[in-house]
């Protein structure tokens, strides 16, 4: 690499001017690149300082890296540019969708849709048409439909996700930001969480409903995520997916409904046959009394043969990853919260435990050790007061399958993705 050389890098709307010469104050954003795309998932690291003392193979490691992973171009001035890695990012910008033909002209087969926001790699052009790559599907977009490079970097806020993956064994999870300020929680290392806001030296990443907290940014990766194309067979069997789960909550809800009316003419039943003994021995009190335990016998038994193994209902639960986390809900399709999911769940197999997380975490079934978990255990979190406000389902290997927050509703964590309070077994 040449001493003095001056390269222009235009990132996200901003330019930098690099010089190489050594001694200088260098700056840069190195770029860390997933184009897998759909939605192009890039890297963006924090921008950094080599120093007035760094080597001259430091500085040029810099540049070759920068050089290895965005395109460059020289002008007739000398400078070089390195292209902005979105230059050839498409972003919907239709008020729905734009379908995606397999050919540029609307007689064309479709092939997919691109809802608004999500984007593409812009693979070629073809008069107003674009030729794209997105999520499983290539095909053509008419470029009127499409934020393109420039215009589409300034969508990216509005548009994408960005996530922290932790790369440290134990993460603190802090009140605010600076670490004298409280430690609410720990993450461990390789979990994933959505980031709520970012600064300069911290992001404040969600971890449930309600429950967020802040992060140094020197011990997580950040992710940019974009959602993309739908192919029409992805498309179809999402319909199918969800068409499946509705049947299989209004199965749920007929058996359960069906089960509470046996078990109400099992009582009245019960309740007859009580009376009645108790007239025929002439001693209605200690008749009643002992009637009275015999049918708690048979509840107790009633309940017991509904239940099914921990693997099953764990396996259960696993139908619904994907679902909608909905404050308040019961729903295992429409929407729950995460102690209305766990209670649905068992509602199922016939185990009635109470209806809020504190509540569950006090009085359903007993409790068990954190090291000693099984598949179909209850796992319960706190919040930074020190009370109980969250629970998932242990599945086993780890994990844990919850109903989280509004925005990715019930998914599969690692039992530790936060710091756990207690274990309880239903079964």
Known sequence: MIKGTVVKVTLCGAAFLLSLSIGATVKAATIKSDIGIAGITPVLENYYTATADQETGDAEKLLETLAEQVETKQSKTGVTEVVSPYANLGISIANDYVNIRSEANTDSEVVGKLYRGCATDILEYDGDWVKIHSGKVDGYIKAEYLAIGDEAEKLIDDFASKYATIKTETLFVREGQGQDTDIITMVPLGETYYIKKEYDEWAEIEIDNEESGFVSKDYIDISVEFEYAISIEEEQAKIAAEEAAKKAEIERLEKLAEQQEQERKAEEAKKAAAQKAAEDANNAKDNSSSNNNSNNNSNNNSSSSQTGS??????????????????????????????????SIYAHFGKNIPRTSREQASGAGYEVSISNLQAGDLIFYRNSSGVVNHVALYIGNGKVVHASNAREGIKISSYNYRTPYKARRIL
């Open 310 to 343: 921990g693997s099953e209902i764990a396996n259960y639960a696993l139908n619904f990853v994907g679902n909608p986390y909905v404050w308040g809900g019961t729903s295992l399709t429409s929407g729950a919260d995460c102690s209305g999911f766990v209670q």
